[in-house]
């Protein structure tokens, strides 16, 4: 079946420090993979995504590489912002469906 | 820039009310959700429709119904709402071919069952 692990938080940051949170996937097939962000109140926005194997997906300083050998699409960024905090959700895409990761926030500290 | 507008953000109902919880997409995309959020479970999938009058069971689907009579428009019915059904609601849409194709999210309903 179709799953996204992703890891527990809250993951609590100072400004300018570098963050990882970690994603793993299990599918059937070849999916695309997402990183979306929730932010207090709203709905899901796009942050990112990667089709294939080797891609990488990147905007706003955020990263992650579709890594196929270790099923991973771990979300980086170098140097994370007070406005980074928000939650952020790892997802794939098999055939016409979603498969949304358990969400982790993050919360960057002045 | 899609569009994905979800006709109430807060709602308060009664125990044993009939809730309709409405969506309208503006891009002509195929496919159309409906999620529920709590704290600690994530997202989960209550009905999906790949086309009009077409819909899908997802992984929570009791208790709700849906209807998909245009294209653009998907609707969430409680039939009986229960203080269990207290919860936040996003409707999302996405283009049903490609596998890169993205899925798109209104900001949310919240519903509050007394």
């Known amino acids: 079946g179709n799953s996204v692990t992703q890891m527990e938080g809250p993951v609590t940051l100072s400004e300018e420090a570098f963050l990882t949170i970690n994603c793993t996937y299990t599918a059937t097939g070849y999916p695309s993979l997402f990183w979306y962000v929730q932010y207090p109140g709203e709905g899901l926005q796009l942050l990112l995504k990667?089709?294939?194997?080797?891609d990488k997906g990147s905007n706003k300083g955020f990263e992650a590489t579709y890594r196929k050998e270790t099923t991973s699409f771990h979300l980086e960024k170098g140097s994370v912002q007070v406005s980074d905090s928000a939650v952020y959700f790892c997802a794939l895409r098999s055939f016409n469906k979603f498969y949304f990761g358990s969400g982790t926030k993050l919360n960057v500290k002045p | 820039d899609v569009k994905v507008t979800q006709s109430s953000r807060y709602l308060v109902k009664r125990t044993g009310e009939k809730v309709f919880l409405e969506c309208v997409q503006d891009m002509d995309h195929e496919n159309m959700f409906w999620y529920r959020q709590d704290p600690g479970l994530g997202l989960r999938l209550i009905y999906f429709?790949?086309?009009?009058?077409?819909?899908e069971k997802g992984d929570i689907p009791e208790g709700y119904s849906v209807s998909r009579e245009k294209k653009e428009r998907f609707s969430l019915i409680l039939e009986s709402a229960s203080t269990n059904q207290t919860s936040m609601y996003l409707c999302?849409?996405?283009?049903?071919?490609?596998?890169?194709?993205?899925?798109?999210f209104g900001e949310g309903s919240w519903l509050t069952v007394v």
């Open positions: 999302a849409s996405s283009l049903g071919a490609g596998t890169g194709n993205t899925i798109y």
């Open positions: 429709s790949y086309d009009v009058k077409m819909k």
């Open positions: 990667a089709t294939k194997a080797d």
